[in-house]
């Protein structure tokens, strides 16, 4: 199994960027589907953006244009850039990893602890 240590959040305006990090100990990263989850106060997980087949990319529709997703296989290390942040993306920020492509109905196996992200108005 995977451990997962996220990094990077903060309290930004509306409209600001950041960039998340998730750092990874083990010799199998490249092995796993790596994602990204979010949940906010009172609302249940969601579903941001995976990695899929042959390293292609998947976003949720809230987030698509706006944030990116990528990898680097040689620090064991995954990203989520984002962009154009909304107060609604203020959330906890979890680096998942599973043995299939993360969405709404696959939760991964292994997550991270969490990073907040909030975003003022």
């Known amino acids: 199994q995977v451990q997962l240590v996220e990094s990077g959040g903060g309290l930004v305006q509306a409209g600001d960027s950041l960039r998340l990090s998730c750092a990874a100990s083990?010799?199998?990263?490249?092995?796993?589907?790596m994602g990204w989850f979010r949940q906010a106060p009172g609302k249940e997980r969601e579903f941001v953006a995976t990695f899929t087949w042959n390293d292609n990319t998947n976003y949720a529709d809230y987030v698509k244009g706006r944030f990116t997703i990528s990898r680097d296989n040689a620090k064991n290390t995954v990203y989520l850039q984002m962009n154009s942040l909304k107060p609604e993306d203020t959330a906890v920020y979890y680096c998942?990893?599973?043995?299939?492509?993360?969405?709404?109905?696959?939760?991964?196996?292994?997550w991270g602890q969490g990073t907040q992200v909030t975003v003022s108005s």
């Open positions: 083990g010799r199998t990263f490249s092995s796993y589907f």
């Open positions: 998942v990893a599973g043995v299939l492509p993360l969405s709404g109905s696959y939760l991964g196996s292994s």
